[in-house]
Each structure stands twice: as structure tokens, then as C-alpha cells.
Antibody, heavy 121, light 106 residues
Framework: QVQLVESGGGLVKPGGSLRLSCAAS????????MSWIRQAPGKGLEWVSY????????YYADSVKGRFTISRDNAKNSLYLQMNSLRAEDTAVYYC??????????????WGQGTLVTVSS | DIQMTQSPSSLSASVGDRVTITCQAS??????LNWYQQKPGKAPKLLIY???NLETGVPSRFSGSGSGTDFTFTISSLQPEDIATYYC????????FGGGTKVEIK
């Protein structure tokens, strides 16, 4: 069955960096776009970024553009999010998510369990 | 950017009640609208995609309708296990979520 397992979250100081990983299994990872979505504590959902199946097409939300970098390694069935210049407002649970079909980017029918990133001094 | 206005932000209803949530887009998004359910401490779950299509395995008491800028999500008969927060999500232009509707039992 499809599994997405995030890791790499933790406590980091403002201005610091963190790299999140998402290990995928149970499907042909290289066929699918993948996305990162985050949720601040007690708040709603915010899309962060997506990457095409080959990695050639990437989009970011304005709130993270220039600070975060999405990437993937299809040989390792893994998705990554490099987060630099972190701010308090980046504190959130970060989810990786897969779309319902190989032909699209959205909607998401599979999500990971999330990894918590806390930015605080 | 497309903004999604979801209402109400919370509601309280009795078991068996019909529950309706609306989502309004700031511009025409055709039918590029999905609905998710999120229970505390869990990842969101897709319920409805492309405005009105029921995801496989989702009970038929859940339904969606609308196109353009105005969309509706309905639970025809609220069940105790439906207690959750519901989000609309547009993908007419990149992706935006609505603010969420917390559904509670009266």
C-alpha cells in the first residue's frame, strides 16, 4: 500500500536551516508529482511547493520562495524540502502528499503523517 | 492569487442533521475544487474532488456541488464520526485552501 513517511523535523533557531525528507513506498514514485503542505499549530492548511515527476517543474508559495528548495531523488523514492532562513512563522507540521493520478498535480489522495518543525530561540 | 472564503468557520449540529458548508473563490476556478476532512492529529483525507466526485470509499452522505466561484459541501445526515474540520481547496491557479470549518456535535 502507498506509504509516505516524513522525517527531519525538529527545533531550530530563527535564521537556521533544516532539511525534511519524505520516503515513499507502495507506488511508482517517479511517475507522480509530489507536494509539501504545512499546517501551523491550531491553524489551517497551506500549500508550500510542488515538483514534477522528473523534477523539471517546480513551484513555490510566495511565503517560502527564495528560502525553501524542493527536490527529489527518484532512485531513492524520496522527496526533500531544504528550508533556509527559517522564521517563527514557518513553525508547522509539514506533510508530503501525492496526487490521485499520475496525470495531475492535485488533488491529494495520500498524505504522510507529518513532521513538526519548530522555529524558536 | 486566488482566495478561498469558506463559511461558516464552525458549526454545531445534531446527529442526523443536514450540514452545509460553502466555499467562494475570488475568481472563476471552473470545477477545480476539492474537499478534505481532517481529524485532530491526523493528516487530511480527500472526500470530494473536482467539485462533485466522491472519492472511492467515502460514504455517500458526503456530496459536493458548484462551479465557477461558488461551491457547496453537504453531509446529508451527520454522524458522530464526522466530527472534524473540513477544508475546501482550489487548484484553478496553483493551490489554495479555505480557512476550514470545524464541525461539532450539538
Amino acid at each position: 500500500q502507498v506509504q509516505l513517511v516524513e522525517s527531519g523535523g525538529g527545533l531550530v533557531k530563527p535564521g537556521g536551516s533544516l532539511r525534511l525528507s519524505c520516503a515513499a513506498s507502495g507506488f511508482t514514485f517517479s511517475d507522480y508529482y509530489m507536494s509539501w503542505i504545512r499546517q501551523a499549530p491550531g491553524k489551517g492548511l497551506e500549500w508550500v511547493s510542488y515538483i514534477s515527476s522528473s523534477g523539471s517543474t517546480i513551484y513555490y508559495a510566495d511565503s517560502v520562495k527564495g528560502r525553501f528548495t524542493i527536490s527529489r531523488d527518484n532512485a531513492k523514492n524520496s522527496l526533500y524540502l531544504q528550508m533556509n532562513s527559517l522564521r517563527a512563522e514557518d513553525t508547522a507540521v509539514y506533510y508530503c502528499a501525492r496526487p490521485i493520478a499520475t496525470t495531475g498535480i492535485f488533488p491529494f489522495d495520500h498524505w504522510g503523517q507529518g513532521t513538526l518543525v519548530t522555529v524558536s530561540s | 492569487d486566488i482566495q478561498m472564503t469558506q463559511s461558516p468557520s464552525s458549526l454545531s449540529a445534531s446527529v442526523g442533521d443536514r450540514v452545509t458548508i460553502t466555499c467562494q473563490a475570488s475568481q472563476d476556478i471552473s470545477n477545480y475544487l476539492n474537499w478534505y476532512q481532517q481529524k485532530p492529529g491526523k493528516a487530511p483525507k480527500l472526500l470530494i474532488y473536482d467539485a462533485s466526485n466522491l472519492e472511492t470509499g467515502v460514504p455517500s452522505r458526503f456530496s459536493g456541488s458548484g462551479s465557477g466561484t461558488d461551491f457547496t459541501f453537504t453531509i446529508s445526515s451527520l454522524q458522530p464520526e464526522d466530527i472534524a474540520t473540513y477544508y475546501c481547496q482550489q487548484y484553478g491557479n496553483l493551490l489554495t485552501f479555505g480557512g476550514g470549518t470545524k464541525v461539532e456535535i450539538k
